[in-house]
Every structure is written in C-alpha cells, then in structure tokens.
C-alpha cells in the first residue's frame, strides 16, 4: 500500500479507478463512500458552457428534455434522469445547430485557432488543434489520444465525404455535443492517497463538482489548470480557487441557479391565473416576480453580504413598474426597467413570502390558499415534509368562494377541517399560510373577501402572529430555515442527499452557518472546500479486471489508464 | 390554461424512476423506436407537412372558443363547421399582438405577429414567415419548398415570405397551379431514382464516433446509472437507424393519384367564386402532398383587409365590421357572422381533402399540422388581442390534439415557436421584443 | 391611493412615495387619479329614435348617387366601381373619380366646397349625452335632454351630425359608437397617456371644492391581462408640456366631480385629429370604488379641426366608414353653433362631448425637459 500511495503522491496525478479499487478493496472491504453520481446538464448549464467556451454570438436553440424535481430540487433529479430518443434528437439538432455557427464564415476566424491548408480538404493539424482544445473545455478534462483521434477522424472523413474543412470540423464538433460525455457529468474516483481505504473525486471531477456548484457552469481555463497541475488535490490549491471563483461575479449566476431550483421557480412555467379575477396578472408580471425575488436574494446575500435569514424579513427589494402596479405602488421608471425599492414599514410585504411570486406561485388560478402556502412554507423554505392528502377528498367546501355561509378561506378551511382525517395535516399548514391572506392569488393586497375583513393571524411552530410581517419574522427566526438552506445547499452541489455517514459533516456545515452569522458565501465556501463534497466510492462494477495498467501516466487520464 | 401535463407519460416513468426500477432491465434494444416511440420503425414514416390557412378579420369574441380550457368538448358556434375535427384540432384562445409602442399597421400588425414573431415598426415586414422557416427543414427534398395560393384573386395576399421584401406569391389560378405541379414537369414520386443525401451518410457515419464513447464512459459509472446510459444509447442506436432510414429509397407514397385536369374559373373577392377556386386549390394542394411535390403548403383564403362580398352585394365582409351595429339581441354583428360562418366552413373543406386521403389507417391530415392565421382579434375594434388561432393534424403524431389552450394575454408567437419546435427547427427563442418567446407550449407537445 | 406632487420634489421613487403618502396623511387633502382608458364620441342611440329616418348611404351607394351627378355615365361608374374597394393591392380604379368628384380636377377633400352638399341624415331624436353649454337651458334652441342627468337643453351639434353615420351610430351603454372605439383603441397603443388627477383639500369623505388636472403622460398606457382595459395602478409620469396641461375649478358631490366652465386643450393625434381644445368646458366624472371613473367631458370646439381629422384620410376614411366627406363638411359648418366670425357672422365652433373610460393610476411629477414623443402621422392608418 505505501508503495501505491507513494506512487500516487509523487506523480500527482490521476489514478486509475481499476487500479486503486482493486488495491484498496482487496485491503479494507468497509464501504468507501457515497456512490458516484452522474447528473445530465440543465438546459441552463448547457447555454451557459456554450456561451462560455464559444461566446455569446453562438445561439443555442432548441427544445430541451424536461428537468425533473427529486428532493425537493431539479439538481437531484438531474442524477436521475436519461436522454429519451425524442430528446437526443432535439440534442442532435441543437449540436449541429450550434457546430454550424461555430464554423461558419462569420465565426470561424475568431473561434477556430487555426487555418486548413485547403479548406476543401481535410486537415489533420488543424482539426486536431480545434477539437482538442474544445473538447477540453466541454468534456471538462483532456481527451485521450484514442478520443482524440477517433474524433479528428470523424473531421476528416466528414471533410473529404462533403468537400469542406470546416463542415467536417462541424459534424466533429456536433458529434461532441451530443456525447455522453459532455452531456453527462460523470464522478471519477481514484484512491485518496491522504486517507487510507477512502476514495476521492479526480482532479477533474472536482472542478466540475466546483464549476457547477458555485457557477452553474462548467470549469474555466484557470480551474481546469489548476486540476492540471494537481493543485485541487492540495487543501491551499482548493481554497486558492474556491476563494477565486466566490469572489468573482459569476457566483451571482451560481446563486440565483441554486435558488430558482430550491424555490420551485421553473412551476411558473405552468402557473396560470384567471383574468378575469386577476386582470393585473399577466405573462410580464409572472416574469418579473421571479426575477423581483431573486434580486433581492443577491441583493442581499451577495451584495450586502446579508444573514440569509432576512431574506424572509428584509423590506429592500427592485420593482419594474409593472410590477409596482400589482403591489399598488407608485414606481417611476421611465425606461420600463428594474428600479431598487424598499417598501415602508407600513406596508405589509416584507421578505420573499409576501412577493408575488411566493404568494400567486402557492395559489390556485382563482383563489388564494392558506394550505398550499403552508405547505409551501414547510415543504420549500423549512425542509420539512407534509403528508400527501389522502384520496377521495371532497374539497367542494373549501373550493366554493361564493359560499354565503362560508366567506373566507379562514372559515371555509375551518368547516373542511371538520373532518378528522384532513384536520391532522391541516392544522400544520392552514394556520402558517392564513398569515398571507390579506395577499390575493394575483398577488395583490386585499383587505377583505366576500365583504368580510381578512384575519391575517395564525402560528407556526408555537410562534403566534396577526400578520404577514409576524409571520415573516417566525419563518426567520425559526431554526429549520437555516439547517433547510443549508441541506438544500449541500444536496444542490451533490446531486444526492448526504448520506448517512455524513452527518457530521452536515452538522459541521449547519454549526459553520451559524458563526458565519448565516451568510450565503461563506456556507457555499465551506461546502467547497471541504473533503466530503469530493468524497465518492469506486463504481462497484467497472474495468477492475484490468491491473496491468498500474502506471499513471502524466499527461493521461482516468480512460486512458483504463484502457 | 389546461392542468400541465409536462412530460408525456413515457417520459414520466424514464424519468421518475430514473433508469433504475424501469430502465434497468431493458436490454441493448435491437428493434428500433420510430422518432416518436409510439411505434416500432420496422416501416418508414411518410413525410410531415405543414400548412398555414390565413383568413382575414378574426372571428367574433365569445363564439369560438371553447367553454373550457383542455380537451375540447364541444366547439363553440363559430367553429362549429369544424366539427368533424374537434378531436383533431387545437384552438389556442387568449393569445395577442404586442405592439410595445410601434404604431398599430391594422390588418397588419397582427398577422406579422402571429406568423413571423415579430411587429414591424412600419407597413414592411422585416422578418420571415414560420412557414418558410420549416420548410427550410422539412421542405429541402421535395420538388417545391412550398405551395402558396390566393383564393380572392391577388398574388401578393400571400403571407409567406422569406424576408420583409421577399414575399412567395400565391397562385391565384387554379388551372395554372394544376399545370405547375401536374403538367408536363410532374413526376411520379414513386418511379423516382433515389439518390441518397451525401450530408446523411456523413452524420450516419459520424454517430458511430458517438457510439464508441460508449465503452470507457461506461466504466465509470455505477450500475443504476449505467442503466440510465444504456438508454441514452438506445436513444442513440434510434437516431443512427433514423438516419439510415433517410438513406433508403423513401417508403411509396401509395395514396399519390393524379387528379383530374382543372379549367380556368373566373377570379375575383365574390365570396361563392372565391369559394369555389378555393375548393379547386385544396383538391390541388392535397395531391400535391400526397405525392410529394411538396412537403409546405400556404393558404390565403382572403386579404387581411377581408375584402369579400356577398354576390350583389356592394359592401365588404371589412366595412361591415366597421359600420355593422351589434345587434343588441345577438350581442355580435350578424353579418360578420355570416362571413366567418362561410369561411370556417371552407376551413373545414380544406381539411377535409387532406382527410380524405386514407394511407392505410391514417390520412394525410394525420402527417400533416395545418396552422391558421388572421390578422385581428375583434374586428369591430381591429383589436389585436384573443386573435383566434387554431392548427389541425398531428403532424405525424408529433402534436397533440384535441385541446383547448387557453392562454392569458400572451403572444400568439408561442403558436409558432411550439410548431417550429416540433417539426424539428432548432429554435429555442423566436420573435422580436414582446412578441420574443422560448415558452413552448408543453400542452400540446407528444 | 393617488398622489400627485406639486413641485420641488426629487425624482426619486422614495422621495416620492414618501412624501406623495404623507402628505395626504398630514392634511385632510386627498387626492386621486386616473389613466384615460378611452375617450370617444358621446353618441347616444336606442337603435331607433335617434335616426327615425334611417342612416346615411353607405359608400358606395353615395358615390354611386355623386358621381351620377358629377356627370359620368352609368357604365363609366360600374366600370370604376367593378372590384370596389379592391383592398389588399388590387387596382382601384374609382379613387381618383371620387376623390375629384367635385369640379373634376380639385380634390373634394381638402376643398370640398368644390362640389355641391349631398346632403347629410341628421340625428333628430330627443336624448343627447353632454351639456347645457349656452346657458339657456329649455329655452335653448338645442332641444336635447341628457339621458343620465336629464339636463335640458343640452348643446351637442357633433353628436347631431354624426350621430346617423353608421360607423359613428351610438349603441346603448356601455356600447361604444364603432368606429370612434376602434380608433381609440388602436391609438391608445401609441399615444401618450392622458392624465386626470382630482384633488379636494377637504378630502371626498364630504362634498366640496376640486381642483381637476388634465395632463399628457410620457409614456402610453399599459393595458391589463383582458387587453380591453388599462392596468389599475400604473405610475404615470407628467409630460411638462403645457399645451396638454389644464388646471381646472370644479367640485366634487358624492363621488361626482364636476368643473366651472373654462378652457381646454389636449394634444392628440392626427390620426383622429390633432388636438381637442375646447372653450366653455364641461365635465362631469364619477369616481367608482372599485377604482374606476366614467363620466362626459364636452364645450365647443373648432368645427374644422373635427373636419381635418376626418379629411386626412380621404378615401380611405370615406370608403371604409361610410363617411361621406364633403356632406360631413356641409353639415358641421351648418350646426357650428358658437363663436361667430366677426366678419361673415358664421359660426366658428360647435358643441360636442366625449365619454371618459378611465382607471386608478399614480401621477408622477415632471421629469423637467424631457417630453412625450411625437407618433409619425401617417404610420398608422385607418382601414
């Protein structure tokens, strides 16, 4: 074993998965940790690494396969999730799409490092300088020679079949982009040479664990040179890059990701409101009401370098003047833009519970509900799950608006709750979402309902309160909001719940919360710089038939060894 | 808006169950999927077509949509000509043209909107038509790109155009249309050579590169998520055999009959004449499509400026919206009524052609998506708000139909991007400032 | 909910709010305002009264009945009229014969007086909306009664020359006339908002003096999710331009407000005309808890300015709405009914009146040299 550890430290590079699973397992058969994860881009992720390794000239367009939500996240379920055969189609065609643009007469000058001797002909030189360097950037590692080849050979019979350089550079391309391995992201492990029987993520696979975490995106040169060079294996290299990367703008793009996610925001895509109850809602102000909330979640997290828990009170926000006229404000923007505002202590919003899109996101078409943005409170803000309904309900009391006996959603869930079987879980959200009913579904503050005043009072967790802003200030004090954020956080960056092994880290994340007076950064950091969010077990099946490849070689990779 | 369904069931369980439970037994399948799954290819599908049927003045509000978001039950009094398709046709209620601030072109504006995604600043279209976008994918073999023809007698009532100044003119005889596409220069799709596209046999060949990922990708991976791969590469193997179907000699077009020889008809804005040359062009345009002439058809039944008028009569179907007082019993201007009434009804006789033309259980309704286009919403008021806009066929079972979509003020672009999308453009975004979408519209996407 | 500041105050939304809340707060002052959501002829009908003998010609059948007496043959006019309209790019052989259907070389719109008045239906009915501008009430010649206040002797000569065109027939509230409606509402899109802002310094809990503003915004409307009506709530800026500013004395009784009689002017369009200015105005507005304000502003205006806004258009307004333009200009220069010229004793205005359709907005002070913009007059034409 000290053999192989000193093989591993001294050529600091990385190790075959076979090699070391074979070694390690035969020498300590406990489990090594969590399996590896392997998480299909977001259609966001996808945009962005185009957009970063080609420019934002390149448009990508397309049809992308539904995202779907596991855990509470899209990240989770993104390491469920396959391609179906419509869906490689619309990513075949969003490769070529985008090849074509990169090597059309108008791009190629400024995205291809090289000229062709002919551009009729093929080019071996060029093609394989081109696809080298780009198919770094997109499968986030060096390709093998033997992947490397295989793809400049495609170039030059594509080139020779249609006479052109440069559209067989783009099938070559194209054929990248709709890979597995730039469309998946992978874990590779290799043995932890600093912790015995243990295994890591290689190099590579922690700055792409890293990239998409705090950037949603895919390594930058100067991280994937940093892996490179060994330097992410070193406690000083990662924190160098992790401080780098939380620094830079970019990690703006990485938190709103992590909260569009975790506040359920693609739902907007389907949410639909009644015009005709609701005349002030409308497409625009759908979309601003997600972008209004997340403004002033970097606002504030980034920014001011806020406590994460006044997000749920802070009154500073920026409305557009549509936006303004749904919370019945004046707002002068005479561009029609996004202007800071900071509602008054008078006004009932404060925190992200009382914007719109928290409050018509939890509502049904037609009427506000207490249940649903209860559940909401618990489900998405607090971490916490709540029961399904059970079957057969008959929901017609609670759905009748015009109920003469029943004016109110108070009394109208009062007289559903009647019923013994829906009360239980009831009684754990009605009485947390009943503290935003003076807010409509649309939205907008209201005063009353059927001509009866709006009682705004309600309790969560033991807190009592009369308001929304009572409600605002229970949801912030209340310790699961915090521990959520930071469960949500560390999943996010997973692609997987900790496991069970793991609690102490988790316990160390929410205790670093804490001291670090809850700011959002200083938790991604701490996520990022610590050994688990790299920790991951050998693949139980794999090429562990192959020891004869115990060398590692410098310049190779985890396939190459493989081989 | 009807309850979204997101992913189509087949999707659900991939996805929801994540390789693992459903996925993990699948073997390397070496029967193939057809690109919808919803059959095995061991044959090939026919060709998808598209079409555009444009009509001008809208329809009255509150008489043609239907009573309920989702599936369509019954259809309301102005679509009611459309009966016989209530299950194969979508109508999209509650969708506008946003002007942001550019003057209001009436009779103009709107249908630029609705087909190109874009309100120009000026009486000039600046951007092209969503047809002549698909036909540039799914028109590129045949020996038309696309058929336009003008049933009121005016070659430039054509909305189909590559570009602001590059309008495709219709035809507005149809005995020259059935010398155009049936005269001398007509041949039989079916005793055509094949010579196979050089561009498929390099992307065919190129796939194979994908296929070798296949071996040390897998190594990495654990098994449920190498279960999870195994389907993307039968994903894989489904778009290899798809593009080795392009290289074969194309499936015969069995239904392909030559129609009987058409003589000149007199032209003009009657409505019974331009009725009956619109029967003319519809016979044509089904033939045309059933024997690949081509795979894009356009229709302008009138101007958008509808200047059809009843024979004797000295009114338009356009001053009537103007002048016409809503009658107080009605609640609608009855002779508008009375137009949308004969133009639905040549709506539904279009259809029908497509639809009588049987390939084996299917017809050619069913491989085609006909899109319809009008140019206001109310026309008392020219308004460009809840403009009527519906599409017929599933375009090979890409769409699905039978819905209502009932949108709120968003922009009747969306209609366009979703069709583009399915038929295979690659176009994630598509109009011009507030008519600017990437919402598709998921509801009706199979 | 309102608020409108004078002057002096900072742009800045918190400036604004601020101030705009404790104001009202600090004195019993109350103010409100509104965004115009449509403004159209005040024409009433009940489909029956109003026109006993029938509506005008439609466009054809005039130009048919003109040019007959122009002088051209039978076959000469069906040869023209054969495609008539021929919309859409087709040949329109009959324009430059209608157009010249006067002395056969001027165009009759912009001189009509070159053919002879064909004649134009008037209104003879006994209900008009608008006001008793003269002051004589029953003893006014006008013998209109206003069918919402029941005032007599209402002065609404617009109303009676227009009143029996098709296009412009008035339908029962909350109808609006046709074409009138349709202009507004492919205008509203384009033009910049129009502005009332009602302020009582004894607040509207009792009845009182106003103060009523008129005023251009910089920006247009916003409509709502249905499209048909303007998005409650939206802040307006004040276009400082004065020619679209009135300050105007009124009171306000119940939830009505109504004004002294004064001077008024907002600049339009040319598409419909390009100003409103009014001597002698009326309003009356009343102001709905649900955030809504209807009411009748009318005086007299330039019977010309009217004639214009129709005119420009020529044939197009004439064919597409059945106005016949020349029998339009006989008939407001008839019914002018204030001002006369000193020097021919004709009468250079007439009495009109427009309804209001208006929703709760925010008015915000002017932005200093910045105006509204201009909307090109020919882009957007009537069809």
């Given at each position: 074993m000290s053999h192989v550890k000193k093989t591993l430290a001294t050529a600091a590079v990385m190790l075959t998965v076979a090699y070391g699973g074979v070694a390690l397992l035969a020498e300590d058969s406990k489990p090594t940790g969590p399996d590896a994860v392997t998480r299909r881009l977001s259609q966001q992720q996808y945009r962005q690494v185009i957009t970063d390794v080609f420019g934002p000239t390149i448009k990508v367009g397309g049809r992308f396969e539904p995202d779907i939500r596991r855990d509470g996240l899209l990240a989770m379920g993104s390491s469920q999730v396959s391609v179906t055969a419509s869906g490689l189609e619309e990513y075949d065609k969003i490769a070529r799409n985008v090849a074509s643009q990169v090597v059309s007469e108008a791009n190629r000058d400024t995205l291809i490092p090289c000229k062709p001797a002919n551009a009729k002909q093929a080019d071996d030189a060029c093609a394989s300088q081109f696809l080298a360097e780009t198919g770094r950037m997109l499968y986030r590692r060096p390709l093998s020679k033997e992947e490397l080849a295989s793809r400049v050979k495609v170039a030059n019979d594509a080139a020779v079949g249609l006479k052109d350089f440069y559209s067989g550079l783009g099938?070559?391309?194209?054929?990248?982009?709709?890979?597995?391995?730039?469309?998946?992201?992978?874990?590779?492990?290799?043995?932890?040479?600093?912790?015995?029987?243990?295994?890591?993520?290689?190099?590579y696979s922690k700055a792409s664990q890293l990239s998409f975490f705090l950037w949603d995106s895919a390594p930058d040169p100067q991280l994937l040179a940093a892996a490179e060079k060994g330097e992410l294996n070193t406690d000083a290299g990662l924190k160098k890059q992790v401080d780098r990367m939380v620094a830079s703008p970019r990690i703006e793009g990485g938190v709103r990701a992590f909260f569009t996610d975790m506040l359920g925001f693609d739902e907007f895509e389907t949410l639909a409101k009644d015009s005709m109850i609701f005349p002030k809602f409308n497409t625009s102000v759908a979309k601003d009401a997600q972008e209004q909330t997340l403004r002033t979640i970097t606002n504030l997290l980034i920014t001011e370098k806020g406590d994460y828990r006044d997000i749920f009170t802070t009154r500073k926000t920026a409305l557009t003047p549509m936006l303004a006229s749904v919370y019945g404000v004046p707002l002068v923007a005479?561009?029609?833009?996004?202007?800071?505002?900071?509602?008054?202590?008078?006004?009932?919003?404060?925190?992200?519970?009382?914007?719109?899109?928290?409050?018509?996101?939890?509502?049904?078409?037609?009427?506000?509900?207490?249940?649903?943005?209860?559940?909401?409170?618990?489900?998405?803000?607090?971490?916490?799950?709540?029961?399904?309904?059970?079957?057969?309900?008959?929901?017609?009391?609670?759905?009748?608006?015009?109920?003469?006996?029943?004016?109110?959603?108070?009394?109208?869930?009062?007289?559903?709750?009647?019923?013994?079987?829906?009360?239980?879980?009831?009684k754990?959200?009605?009485?947390?979402?009943?503290?935003?009913?003076?807010?409509?579904?649309?939205?907008?503050?209201?005063?009353?309902?059927?001509?009866?005043?709006?009682?705004?009072?309600?309790?969560?967790?033991?807190?009592?309160?009369?308001?929304?802003?009572?409600?605002?200030?229970?949801?912030?004090?209340?310790?699961?909001?915090?521990?959520?954020?930071?469960?949500?956080?560390?999943?996010?960056?997973?692609?997987?719940?900790?496991?069970?092994?793991?609690?102490?880290?988790?316990?160390?994340?929410?205790?670093?919360?804490?001291?670090?007076?809850?700011?959002?950064?200083?938790?991604?950091?701490?996520?990022?710089?610590?050994?688990?969010?790299?920790?991951?077990?050998?693949?139980?099946?794999?090429?562990?038939?192959?020891?004869?490849?115990?060398?590692?070689?410098?310049?190779?990779?985890?396939?190459?060894?493989?081989? | 808006m009807i309850p979204m369904n997101r992913f189509s069931r087949r999707r659900m369980l991939r996805g929801m169950f994540g390789g693992a439970a459903v996925?993990?037994?699948?073997?390397?399948?070496?029967?193939?999927?057809?690109?919808?799954?919803?059959?095995?290819?061991?044959?090939?599908?026919?060709?998808?077509?598209?079409?555009?049927?444009?009509?001008?003045?809208?329809?009255?509000?509150?008489?043609?949509?239907?009573?309920?978001?989702?599936?369509?039950?019954?259809?309301?009094?102005?679509?009611?000509?459309?009966?016989?398709?209530?299950?194969?046709?979508?109508?999209?209620?509650?969708?506008?043209?946003?002007?942001?601030?550019?003057?209001?072109?009436?009779?103009?504006?709107?249908?630029?909107?609705?087909?190109?995604?874009?309100?120009?600043?000026?009486?000039?279209?600046?951007?092209?038509?969503?047809?002549?976008?698909?036909?540039?994918?799914?028109?590129?073999?045949?020996?038309?790109?696309?058929?336009?023809?003008?049933?009121?007698?005016?070659?430039?009532?054509?909305?189909?155009?590559?570009?602001?100044?590059?309008?495709?003119?219709?035809?507005?005889?149809?005995?020259?249309?059935?010398?155009?596409?049936?005269?001398?220069e007509f041949t039989d799709p079916n005793a055509a050579t094949f010579t196979p596209d050089p561009a498929v046999i390099v992307r065919k060949s190129a796939l194979s590169a994908v296929t070798e990922d296949r071996a040390d990708f897998m190594k990495t991976l654990g098994a449920a998520d190498k279960a999870r791969l195994d389907e993307y590469f039968t994903s894989l193997r489904g778009l290899e055999q798809q593009l080795a179907l392009q290289l074969e000699k194309p499936a015969p077009l069995a239904a392909c009959t030559v129609p009987g020889k058409v003589d000149e008809t007199p032209i003009g804005t009657e409505i019974e004449m331009v009725k009956a040359n619109h029967k003319l062009f519809a016979g044509l345009l089904a033939h045309a499509l059933a024997c690949g002439q081509t795979n894009v058809v356009n229709v302008a039944f009138s101007d958008a400026t509808s200047s059809l008028r009843r024979a004797g009569g000295t009114q338009t179907h356009h001053e009537y919206s103007h002048e016409e007082p809503v009658d107080a019993q009605l609640g609608y201007q009855p002779t508008l009524a009375w137009f949308f009434n004969e133009i639905m009804g040549s709506l539904a006789f279009f259809l029908a052609q497509l639809d009588g033309i049987k390939e084996g259980d299917k017809t050619l309704l069913d491989r085609t998506i006909v899109m319809t286009a009008t140019d206001l919403g109310y026309a008392k008021l020219h308004g460009l708000e809840n403009m009527p806009m519906l599409t017929f066929g599933s375009g090979n079972g890409k769409l699905k139909t039978g819905l209502h979509i009932a949108a709120q003020g968003e922009p009747t672009s969306r209609v366009g991007l979703t069709l583009q999308q399915v038929l295979g453009v690659p176009v994630s975004n598509w109009g011009t400032d507030s008519m600017q979408t990437s919402k598709t519209i998921t509801e009706i996407v199979a | 909910m309102s608020l409108k500041s004078k002057a002096g105050l900072a742009a800045s939304l918190a400036a604004i709010a601020l101030c705009g809340l404790g104001a009202s707060a600090a004195s019993a002052a109350e103010t409100r305002s509104f965004v115009i959501s449509y403004f159209y002829d005040a024409n009433w009908s009940d489909g029956k009264t109003d026109c006993p003998t029938g509506l005008n010609l439609s466009a054809i059948d005039f130009y048919r009945r003109d040019l007959a007496k122009a002088g051209h043959s039978h076959d000469e006019i069906e040869a023209a009229l054969k495609d008539f309209p021929g919309e859409g790019g087709l040949k329109q052989p009959w324009v430059p014969l209608v157009a010249h259907r006067g002395n056969g070389k001027d165009n009759v719109y912009a001189h009509p007086e070159t053919m002879a008045d064909p004649g134009m239906i008037e209104v003879t009915g006994h209900y008009s909306y608008g006001f008793n501008l003269d002051g004589k009430g029953a003893a006014s010649p006008s013998k209109f009664e206003d069918p919402d206040t029941h005032e007599k002797g209402v002065n609404n000569n617009l109303y009676k020359v227009e009143g029996c065109i098709r296009s412009y027939r008035g339908l029962p509230p909350p109808g609006r006339p046709s074409l009138p409606e349709n202009l507004w509402d492919v205008l509203r899109d384009v033009i910049p908002a129009w502005l009332i802002t009602v302020t009582a310094p004894n607040g509207f809990?009792?009845?009182?003096?106003?103060?009523?503003?008129?005023?251009?915004?910089?920006?247009?409307?916003?409509?709502?999710?249905?499209?048909?009506?303007?998005?409650?709530?939206?802040?307006?800026?004040?276009?400082?331009?004065?020619?679209?500013?009135?300050?105007?004395?009124?009171?306000?009784?119940?939830?009505?407000?109504?004004?002294?009689?004064?001077?008024?002017?907002?600049?339009?369009?040319?598409?419909?005309?390009?100003?409103?200015?009014?001597?002698?105005?009326?309003?009356?507005?009343?102001?709905?808890?649900?955030?809504?304000?209807?009411?009748v502003i009318g005086g007299y205006q330039p019977w010309s300015t009217v004639y214009y806004g129709f005119a420009d258009q020529g044939h197009i307004k004439e064919y597409a709405a059945s106005i016949n333009l020349p029998a339009l200009y006989y008939a407001l220069k008839r019914n002018a009914d204030y001002d006369p010229d000193p020097k021919t004793g004709e009468n250079r205005q007439i009495s009109s009146a427009y309804i209001i359709e208006a929703v709760r907005a925010f008015v915000a002070p002017t932005v200093p040299n910045k105006t509204a913009f201009a909307v090109a007059p020919n882009a957007a034409k009537v069809q």
């Open positions: 099938i070559s391309l194209s054929t990248m982009l709709v890979s597995p391995k730039f469309l998946f992201r992978g874990e590779v492990a290799e043995a932890d040479p600093d912790h015995a029987g243990q295994y890591r993520m290689d190099a005479p561009d029609g833009g996004w202007k800071p505002y900071e509602f008054p202590e008078t006004d009932p919003r404060a925190g992200i519970i009382s914007q719109v899109a928290f409050v018509a996101l939890h509502s049904h078409p037609g009427r506000s509900s207490p249940t649903l943005r209860g559940k909401a409170v618990r489900e998405v803000l607090l971490c916490q799950k709540v029961p399904t309904p059970p079957a057969n309900v008959n929901f017609t009391l609670v759905q009748d608006t015009k109920n003469p006996q029943y004016k109110t959603a108070r009394a109208r869930l009062a007289a559903h709750a009647t019923d013994a079987t829906c009360a239980g879980c009831h754990i959200m009605d009485p947390i979402g009943l503290g935003l009913e003076e807010f409509d579904s649309g939205g907008s503050l209201r005063s009353s309902e059927n001509g009866v005043e709006i009682d705004n009072s309600g309790v969560l967790d033991g807190v009592k309160f009369t308001d929304a802003a009572g409600l605002a200030k229970a949801v912030h004090d209340n310790p699961a909001a915090p521990a959520c954020v930071v469960s949500r956080a560390m999943a996010y960056g997973l692609g997987r719940l900790p496991a069970k092994t793991e609690t102490g880290w988790q316990t160390a994340m929410q205790d670093g919360f804490k001291q670090a007076n809850y700011r959002f950064p200083d938790l991604m950091r701490a996520i990022a710089t610590s050994p688990e969010f790299y920790r991951v077990a050998p693949p139980t099946m794999g090429a562990l038939d192959n020891p004869a490849s115990k060398l590692a070689q410098k310049t190779g990779n985890t396939q190459e060894i493989q081989q | 996925t993990v037994g699948l073997p390397f399948l070496d029967c193939f999927l057809n690109t919808n799954g919803t059959a095995l290819a061991d044959g090939q599908a026919l060709p998808t077509n598209f079409g555009t049927w444009f009509w001008g003045l809208g329809l009255n509000p509150g008489r043609w949509e239907p009573a309920k978001p989702g599936k369509i039950e019954a259809l309301n009094v102005e679509l009611q000509p459309l009966a016989a398709y209530k299950d194969k046709m979508n109508v999209f209620s509650g969708m506008k043209a946003f002007l942001d601030g550019k003057p209001n072109g009436v009779h103009f504006s709107g249908v630029q909107g609705m087909l190109t995604g874009t309100v120009p600043r000026g009486m000039t279209a600046d951007k092209p038509s969503v047809d002549t976008l698909i036909a540039d994918v799914i028109g590129t073999r045949t020996r038309f790109r696309s058929i336009e023809v003008c049933c009121a007698g005016n070659p430039s009532h054509s909305q189909s155009r590559r570009s602001g100044a590059v309008v495709n003119p219709g035809e507005v005889s149809p005995a020259a249309l059935y010398t155009r596409i049936f005269g001398p | 809990d009792k009845d009182g003096p106003v103060t009523v503003t008129w005023d251009r915004a910089l920006g247009r409307i916003t409509r709502d999710a249905s499209g048909a009506v303007a998005q409650q709530d939206m802040t307006y800026q004040v276009d400082p331009d004065p020619r679209s500013h009135n300050e105007l004395k009124g009171s306000v009784k119940g939830n009505v407000v109504s004004i002294e009689p004064a001077d008024f002017r907002m600049v339009l369009d040319p598409y419909l005309q390009p100003e409103i200015k009014f001597q002698q105005t009326h309003m009356r507005l009343t102001m709905n808890a649900d955030g809504t304000a209807r009411g």
